[in-house]
């Protein structure tokens, strides 16, 4: 079956450190995104790429880097240079041009700096 | 822009109970509409849609109907079960331009369904 993989589900990280959260597609979408989650907050928009070898920045790109070699494939880096990377990410994968369908989402990537 | 504007949270509700989150929107164009629920540690998965006025969506029991002249969108069920405990949000998705389509979210409504 199609979808979107997300890995690790939880994953620690050291001040300091740069971590890479992984998502997966195997619905030949176009369009591929990266969301946070705060509590509270509901889903902020960090990045999204409607292309391969092309990307945007979200709302809130400070200290994350993308890349989308594959159109399969939409890492997101978190750098070091975001001072509070805890929260819950989602990536999610659309159809561009393809507005009625709305958009597939993976099961979430947990990160918590320790 | 466009944007989305649903009731905050938490609602708790006892089993069996109606249901009903508002949700309101802004659009400059003419959106499709979706209703997603989120579980606990989950991801979004889309519960229903609605692509035009007048449009009802409807899955699990789940309803809302697509008012263009309120701009509203409310998500309804007659009889709510503890499993339907979860986030919920609303998000309407509207051409931003050379077919690029793009979702506005609500901030989510957590729901509680208690025995």
């Known amino acids: 079956d199609g979808g979107i993989t997300q890995s690790p589900k939880y994953l620690f990280r050291k001040e300091g450190q740069n971590v890479t959260l992984s998502c997966e597609q195997n619905?030949?979408?176009?369009?591929m995104y990266w969301y946070r989650q705060d509590p509270g907050q509901g889903l902020r928009l960090i990045y999204y790429s409607q292309i391969v070898n092309d990307f945007q920045k979200g709302d809130i790109a400070e200290g994350y880097s993308v890349s989308r070699e594959k159109k399969e494939s939409f890492p997101l880096t978190v750098t070091s240079a975001q001072k509070n990377p805890t929260a819950f990410y989602l990536c999610?994968?659309?159809?561009?041009?393809?507005?009625?369908?709305?958009?597939?989402f993976g099961s979430g990537t947990r990160l918590t700096v320790v | 822009g466009n944007s989305v504007t649903q009731m905050e949270g938490p609602v708790t509700l006892s089993e069996e109970a109606f249901l009903t989150i508002n949700c309101t929107y802004t659009a400059t164009g003419y959106p499709s509409l979706f209703w997603y629920v989120q579980y606990p540690g989950e991801g979004l998965q889309l519960l229903l849609k609605?692509?035009?006025?007048?449009d009802k969506g409807s899955n699990k029991g789940f309803e809302a109907t697509y008012r263009k002249e309120t701009t509203s969108f409310h998500l309804e069920k007659g009889s709510v079960q503890v499993s339907d405990s979860a986030v919920y949000f609303c998000?309407?998705?509207?051409?931003?331009?050379?077919?690029?389509?793009?979702?506005?979210f609500g901030k989510g409504t957590k729901l509680s369904v208690i025995p």
């Open positions: 619905l030949n979408h176009d369009a």
């Open positions: 609605a692509t035009k006025a007048d």
């Open positions: 999610a994968s659309s159809m561009v041009g393809q507005g009625l369908y709305g958009y597939t």
């Open positions: 998000a309407l998705s509207d051409d931003s331009g050379a077919g690029s389509y793009q979702l506005t």
